[in-house]
Nanobody
Framework: QVQPVESGGGLVQAGGSLRLSCTIS????????MGWFRRAPGKEREFVAA????????TYADSVKGRFTISRDNAKNTVYLQMNSLKPEDTAVYYC???????????????WGQGTQVTVSS
């Protein structure tokens, strides 16, 4: 079963950094594009970043471009989201998702993690 598991969330001050990780225990990790999404309190889930199966295609939301970096290590079945210069508006539950395409559309992803909370204090 393909079940993404996120880790690395926490509480950080504005301007700080966090690195999220998402691991899937499957032999076919390299078959999947991976995406990060987030849901802030009272808001819809929104796209953050996506990476193709080999890292050759990467997309970011405008709100995080230049501050967040998505990467993956297929040997470790893990995708990362390095978050720098964090802002209070980045506070959200962050979700990892796996699917066939590195797209901004959440409905294109087949498998979702449970999420990890990121809280940025001002």
């Amino acid at each position: 079963q393909v079940q993404p598991v996120e880790s690395g969330g926490g509480l950080v001050q504005a301007g700080g950094s966090l690195r999220l990780s998402c691991t899937i225990s499957t032999r076919t990790f390299s078959n999947y594009a991976m995406g990060w999404f987030r849901r802030a309190p009272g808001k819809e889930r929104e796209f953050v970043a996506a990476i193709s199966w080999n890292g050759g295609s990467i997309t970011y939301a405008d709100s995080v471009k230049g501050r967040f970096t998505i990467s993956r290590d297929n040997a470790k079945n893990t995708v990362y989201l390095q978050m720098n210069s964090l802002k209070p508006e980045d506070t959200a539950v962050y979700y990892c998702a796996a699917g066939p395409f590195a797209t901004i559309a959440d409905y294109e992803y087949d498998y979702w993690g449970q999420g990890t909370q990121v809280t940025v204090s001002s």
